[in-house]
C-alpha cells in the first residue's frame, strides 16, 4: 500500500505544532510494517535552510508551471532525508511564495496578505508533483491549514486524472490563531472551481468537507465523532492504521 503525505510542517525542518512531529513519526512508524510505501511533501519556506538541511534539485520534477488567479509560478521540487531514518522529504520551493520568514506571519506577527493564495498554490504543486512522479497512492493523508484544499482540488480539476481515482483522502486540521475565509468573488482569483457551499469557509473547513475521513489532532475538541489523535505516538500510529484499513477495506 502506498501513502502519501502532504503537511505545512515536517520536523526537524519545521516544528512550529504538535502536527510537524505527528508527520515526522507516523511515516516512519507505518513504513516500518512493511506494509506501507510512503512520500513526505510540505513546502520550503524561508525558514528552512538548504546548506543546513542538505537539501538539493529534483531536475525531472522542476519546471512545471503552477497558475493561482493571474499569477503563474515556476515549480521547483527539493528534497532532503529526515536526518536517521531512510525517509526522504519533497520540498515544493518557489520564492514567490514560500521564501518568506516565517510560515503563516512574518517575524512581527503580521499575517501574509495572500495565505489563500499560498495555499492553493501548495496543493497544486504538491498535486503536480506526484502526478509528474506517476506514483499512485492508495492513502493521501492531508495534515495542517495550508494542505486544506489538497481535498476539494483533487475531487474537481484533478477529478478526471486516473492517478487520483481510487485514492482515499484522510485530512488532519490543525488549531491556527488566524482566519482566512473564500469570498464568493475569489473564486476566480483563487483558480478554483467555483462551489457556494465553500463561501466563508477556511481550508480547514474544506478540508473536512472534502475528506474521505478526519482524524483531529492531539487535545482537540469537537462535537463531531472524528477520532482525535493521542499524544503518545505508538497510539498515534495505531489510530491512524485503523483509520486506513477502514477505507481501504471499503466497498467504493
Known sequence: MRILFISGEVAPFSHSNDLAMIVRTLPEAVHETCEYET??????????????????????????????????EVLKVKVASIPGIRLQVYFMDNAFYFKRKGIFSDRQGVLFPDNLDRAVFYAKSVITTIRNLGWEADLIHAFGWISGLVPYILRTEFSDEALFADSKIIFTPEDVDFDARIKKNQFE??????????????????????????????GATSDSDFPTFSVEQDEQMSQAVSVYDELLNSVP
Open 39 to 72: 512520500r513526505i511533501l510540505m513546502p520550503r519556506y524561508g525558514t528552512v535552510s538548504e546548506r543546513r538541511n542538505r537539501l538539493h534539485e529534483v531536475i525531472r520534477l522542476s519546471g512545471s508551471e503552477i497558475t493561482v488567479g493571474e499569477t503563474t
Open 189 to 218: 482569483s483563487l483558480s478554483l472551481v467555483e462551489n457556494e457551499d465553500l463561501v466563508g469557509k477556511s481550508p480547514t473547513e474544506i478540508g473536512q468537507m472534502f475528506a474521505d475521513a478526519v482524524i483531529l489532532p492531539p
